[in-house]
């Protein structure tokens, strides 16, 4: 069974050491790092412009695993919110969220990566903000003054890779 433990040489002796999951930076520095539960390296001990681009903010209401999100600034304080679809001014999406996050915690946004967990979706096809707070949806909004806002492709039945792309304001109602 891996412990995540190894052997070093410490002042001439044998001496038994816990490989590090996660660093805190330069302290940590020739440590050996051991992968986490999923397989993989935490982003804490890869070098700078390697790890996923993300940002914290504050959640402003209640998020939930894949809610695709804005950042907005709250009197200087950046704050994270669903975004959606119903208005070019509303709230576009510029990221999402891997976790639930409640009001006033601090959410981890990505701004690219895949959005993986999800159900139903058709392999290759486009996606879109939907008018429904946070989601997805395989069909552009049509509703006057909405947003089309392309958020990504289905790379399975089960995972989006998010890639945000400009979006096009719908015309009012016509006078």
Do not use: C
Not at 120 to 147: C, D, F, K, N, W
């Amino acid at each position: 069974m891996n412990t995540g433990k190894f052997l070093d040489i410490v002042a001439g002796i044998p001496t038994q050491i816990h490989a590090l999951l996660h660093s805190t930076g330069a302290p940590d520095a020739g440590k050996i790092i051991k992968l986490d539960e999923t397989g993989r390296i935490s982003q804490t001990v890869l070098p700078v412009g390697i790890a996923a681009d993300t940002e914290s903010a504050l959640a402003s209401e209640s998020l939930t695993s894949n809610d695709l999100v804005q950042i907005w600034d709250d009197g200087g304080t950046a704050k994270v919110r669903r975004a959606e679809a119903t208005a070019l001014n509303k709230f576009l999406a510029v990221g999402f969220v891997k976790d639930n996050f409640t009001s006033g915690q601090t959410a981890l946004v990505y701004f690219d990566g895949r959005m993986t967990g999800m159900s139903g979706l058709t392999i290759s096809a486009p996606y879109y903000l939907s008018e429904t707070p946070g989601q997805a949806t395989a069909t552009a909004p049509v509703t006057a003054s909405a947003v089309v806002q392309g958020i990504g492709y289905a790379v399975s039945s089960t995972t989006l890779s998010f890639e945000k792309f400009i979006p096009v304001h719908l015309a009012p109602v016509e006078p």
